[in-house]
């Protein structure tokens, strides 16, 4: 069992995912945002960690929001241990 050193912490990514897998969890997400898989670790390894505005700084630091108009979703897998950020609510596609 694999436990976070510190659990008030959000866990620290080991690295980013490719594009092509970002977009793949995009339109899992979109499909059922509940059952998302990792592209590499199949089921049940992805944590939506919270709810982040779009606009992340070149700090790479995320502030939180709320999950109305635009926003971007923090996915977490735990089996390879990488983060992404992906924007599920694109009004301006299908005009
Ligand atoms: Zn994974």
Redesign the pocket.
Known sequence: MKRFEDDSELPQPKGPFSDSEALTLLLAYRKDPSNVP?P??GLE?VEVLGFIEPDVDPGGFARATDPEGEYAVALY?H??E?AVGILPAVESEGR
């Open positions: 990792c590499r670790c390894q897998c089996q390879c990488r």
